[in-house]
């Protein structure tokens, strides 16, 4: 079963408007990842945030974490329509070298 | 190359034969990983090697698959007697090893289909 969940599944806004996606996971982690995936292409790495980390940012990304919560968010601001693409939230377990888990994954809409 | 390499890009079979999917990770990676992503679904795990051992294979579905990483750098996933829900995208991604998991660096996939 998938440690991530992504909402909203699917998210459609206007260019230069912001787009907020949010992940919730179960068991503790090391840290937690952010990538992005367009249509037919492999994953691309946006940002890591470690689990004694409460927020960070990387140009237009901003990424919360609130491991109380065991949730995380990914904001971009000032969106463009080449953002269009998947989000998906990865989280590290815990344990020395081991797997990320990835979540089900936001669609996001971008449109001109 | 600069990147991780899959090769075939798209395999086309026919149920019941045998596939060899192979992934190029970048050099000098210890960390090489298998995905098999379906679509609308995110990456599920199949299988993470640490240099020529598989430190972890839980996530393969059953005995029909089979990973192997001879000398710590290419790797090839192998299906036997394929089904048609084995058809998916398969991802392979590296990292450069070490304590904790860091980024992954992803190969543009194999898109596997089974007929």
């Known amino acids: 079963s998938q440690q991530g969940e992504e909402d909203p599944q699917a998210l459609s806004i206007q260019e230069g408007e912001n787009a907020t996606m949010n992940c919730s996971y179960k068991?503790?982690?090391?840290?937690l990842q952010w990538y992005r995936q367009n249509s037919g292409r492999g994953l691309v790495h946006l940002i890591l945030?470690?689990?004694?980390?409460r927020e960070k940012h990387s140009g237009r990304l901003r990424v919360t974490l609130d491991t109380s919560k065991k949730s995380s968010s990914l904001l971009i601001t000032a969106s463009r329509a080449a953002d269009t693409a998947s989000y998906f939230c990865a989280t590290d377990k815990g344990s020395s070298g081991s797997r990320l888990t990835f979540g089900e994954g936001t669609q996001l809409t971008v449109n001109p | 190359g600069a990147g991780v390499s899959q090769t075939p890009s798209n395999k086309v079979t026919e149920k019941g034969k045998y596939v060899e999917l192979r992934c190029d990770p970048i050099s000098g990676h210890t960390a090489l990983y298998w995905y098999r992503q379906s679509l609308g679904q995110g990456p599920e795990f199949l299988i993470y090697?640490?240099?020529?051992?598989?430190?972890?294979d839980s996530g393969l579905p059953n005995d029909r698959f089979f990973a192997v990483r001879p000398e710590g750098s290419v790797s090839t996933l192998k299906i036997q007697r394929t089904e048609r829900g084995d058809s998916a995208v398969y991802l392979c991604?590296?990292?450069?090893?070490?304590?904790?998991?860091?980024?992954?660096?992803f190969g543009e996939g194999s898109r596997l289909t089974v007929l």
């Open positions: 991604a590296s990292s450069p090893g070490g304590r904790n998991t860091g980024e992954l660096f």
């Open positions: 090697f640490q240099g020529t051992g598989a430190a972890d």
């Open positions: 945030i470690r689990s004694n980390e």
């Open positions: 068991t503790s982690i090391n840290n």
